[in-house]
T-cell receptor, first 111, second 113 residues
């Protein structure tokens, strides 16, 4: 069965600094997709970034980028120039038809 | 467009009671999903559907049933509610072509006493 593991339940970063959130997954599939979602206190789920497994190039979206290591089954999220509005729960997700999520990392931004 | 809506937003049940949660989407999405979110557990997939008339089990399907009679609606049923089913339930939908982002509803907070 596919699994998604986020080993950091909570993290803190100083405003304007860079932080990396870890995610590993387990699968026997070769084609799949990976996602990072953000959930602020409003509970709304917001897509941060998406990566297709067949693409070697790491996805980037403004201050957000990923380090995708397919052989290691690792998919970490880097947030550069952290802002107070980045404070939220961050979920890593894996899948194709079925999308499953990790347990999340709560990110605190220190002013 | 309303996007993904969930009915009701809050509900309190007694153990053994039944209820149905409704998810509706107006984006013509083929795929729909039901998740539950519990503290420290992230989002866990209950059931999902890849098209009208089809459903499949997710990670935690026991105690739940689903139906997708219409493309725009995905119903989640609890036949005999248990306190362990106290949770926040999220519905999501997306297009089939090119696995893209899921659009999530606002959630339903369910308490089973």
């Amino acid at each position: 069965a596919q699994t998604v593991t986020q080993s950091q339940p909570e993290m803190s970063v100083q405003e304007a600094e860079t932080v990396t959130l870890s995610c590993t997954y387990d699968t026997s599939e070769s084609d799949y997709y990976l996602f990072w979602y953000k959930q602020p206190p409003s509970r709304q789920m917001i897509l941060v970034i998406r990566q297709e497994a067949y693409k070697q190039q790491n996805a980037t979206e403004n201050r957000f980028s990923v380090n995708f290591q397919k052989a290691a089954k690792s998919f970490s999220l880097k947030i550069s120039d952290s802002q107070l509005g980045d404070a939220a729960m961050y979920f890593c997700a894996y899948g194709d038809d079925k999308i499953i999520f990790g347990k999340g990392t709560r990110l605190h931004i220190l002013p | 467009n309303a996007g993904v809506t969930q009915t009701p937003k809050f509900r309190v049940l007694k153990t053994g009671q039944s209820m149905t949660l409704l998810c509706a989407q107006d984006m013509n999405h083929e795929y729909m999903y039901w998740y539950r979110q519990d503290p420290g557990m992230g989002l866990r997939l209950i059931h999902y559907s890849v098209g009208e008339g089809t459903t499949a089990k997710g990670e935690v399907p026991d105690g739940y049933n689903v139906s997708r009679l219409k493309k725009q609606n995905f119903l989640l049923g609890l036949e005999s509610a248990a306190p362990s089913q106290t949770s926040v339930y999220f519905c999501a939908s997306r297009f089939r072509r090119e696995v893209n982002e899921q659009f999530f509803g606002p959630g339903t907070r369910l308490t089973v006493l």
